[in-house]
């Protein structure tokens, strides 16, 4: 699952409906029940703030800040869940409105992010009742998918998530960029060999999602994933995220400790010539940063773009998925035309039913 960075109205994001006001869950062998339930703009949202730090580490407050401002929007929209132990949050999850693409075809996705447990409440079956209630809620919203990067696989194997596949991370040196190999055959587009390459903000929201959705059709891509136009609007309007658009291609980057390094988190493209557009904006920053690391899967050109082979491929982050709605999921992933085929399918799902 790969998104270029990685709100809907109140009936649900994408029209979809809403889930119940209150769903509970009880912790296995504890002999205790949380109240688990939607967070709502009455909720105090400081401690929220408090179990990222305990889960997740410590953060400035400039960060503090954007997660503010993340919580406040997902639970404005119904996505964010807390437990509570007496009145106190002990455990919260949210999830943002996605899409994602399955042989090119466009799904619904719920991205799950956030799983913060207290540390003293851990292995007391608090995570796994948050995130029983959170798939209801995501199936009551119609969501025929759900993905999530884990922490620890046990939780979300226990709720019907299984790993799917992998955020890669590409490192090159950026001197590598500098002379990219030119093209077997004459680049297509303009006489001059631009692409119109221009740059983009969060006014572009809208058309950067549509050229990057037109060319993981074609390419009948299959994990990629992208936010909802309000989540990809407020990513965009970052002061140290520099963007740029072309008719197929989009570019994501930022420097990265200090100007030793550039980080690229999106180098959408669907020609070569637009790649080497993309590319070649990376590459003018060689004279300053020493590497360039990009979030890329293993048949990104870059690696063909090189005259040497010095781009380096890893696994950088496992992602799990979960079908909500196989009928949804298996109708809307898309087939050759020439697959047919008939036969009966029987699936059981404990936790959410037939």
């Known amino acids: 699952m790969r998104s270029w960075r990685g709100s809907g109205d109140q009936s649900g994001p994408g029209g979809r409906r809403r889930g119940p006001a209150l769903?509970?869950?009880?912790?296995?062998?504890?002999?205790?029940?949380?109240?688990?339930?939607?967070?709502?703009?009455?909720?105090?949202?400081?401690?929220?703030?408090?179990?990222?730090?305990?889960?997740?580490?410590?953060?400035?407050?400039?960060?503090?800040?954007?997660?503010?401002?993340?919580?406040?929007e997902s639970v404005a929209d119904g996505r964010h869940l807390g437990a509570f132990d007496g009145g106190r949050l002990i455990a919260a999850a949210k999830y943002f409105d996605m899409v994602q693409w399955w042989h090119g075809r466009r799904l619904p996705m719920a991205g799950v992010a956030s799983v913060t447990v207290a540390p003293e409440a851990r292995g007391q079956g608090a995570g796994r009742a948050l995130m029983t209630a959170l798939a209801g809620q995501i199936a009551a919203r119609g969501y025929p998918l759900s993905a999530l990067y884990p922490a620890t696989a046990a939780v979300y194997r226990a709720v019907g998530y299984e790993l799917a596949g992998a955020q890669y991370q590409a490192s090159v040196p950026a001197r590598s960029l500098r002379s990219l190999l030119p093209p077997d055959v004459a680049a297509a587009g303009r006489p001059d060999g631009r692409v119109g390459l221009r740059r983009a903000g969060p006014a572009d929201a809208a058309e950067i999602s549509a050229v990057i959705g037109r060319v993981h059709e074609a390419a009948r891509d299959c994990g990629p994933a992208d936010f909802d136009l309000g989540t990809s609007a407020r990513l965009l309007d970052d002061e140290h995220l520099f963007c740029y658009l072309a008719p197929?291609?989009?570019?994501?980057?930022?420097?990265?400790?200090?100007?030793?390094?550039?980080?690229?988190?999106?180098?959408?493209?669907?020609?070569?010539?637009?790649?080497?557009?993309?590319?070649?904006?990376?590459?003018?920053?060689?004279?300053?940063?020493?590497?360039?690391?990009?979030?890329?899967?293993?048949?990104?050109?870059?690696?063909?773009?090189?005259?040497?082979?010095?781009?380096?491929?890893?696994?950088?982050?496992?992602?799990?998925?979960?079908?909500?709605?196989?009928?949804?999921?298996?109708?809307?992933?898309?087939?050759?035309?020439?697959?047919?085929?008939?036969m009966p399918v029987r699936l059981e799902d404990g936790l959410l039913g037939p």
């Open 23 to 72: 769903v509970t869950g009880r912790q296995p062998g504890a002999g205790q029940r949380p109240e688990i339930r939607r967070l709502t703009q009455d909720d105090d949202l400081a401690p929220v703030l408090d179990l990222a730090r305990r889960s997740f580490g410590p953060f400035g407050a400039e960060a503090a800040a954007a997660r503010l401002a993340d919580t406040r």
């Open 248 to 342: 197929d291609g989009f570019l994501a980057y930022r420097w990265q400790g200090g100007n030793s390094e550039v980080l690229v988190y999106c180098a959408t493209a669907g020609s070569a010539a637009t790649a080497r557009a993309l590319w070649s904006v990376v590459a003018s920053h060689s004279s300053m940063a020493g590497t360039v690391r990009a979030f890329c899967g293993p048949a990104d050109p870059v690696s063909w773009l090189t005259r040497e082979p010095d781009v380096s491929l890893a696994r950088h982050e496992p992602w799990m998925l979960r079908v909500i709605d196989a009928r949804a999921a298996i109708a809307g992933r898309g087939f050759p035309p020439s697959a047919r085929a008939d």
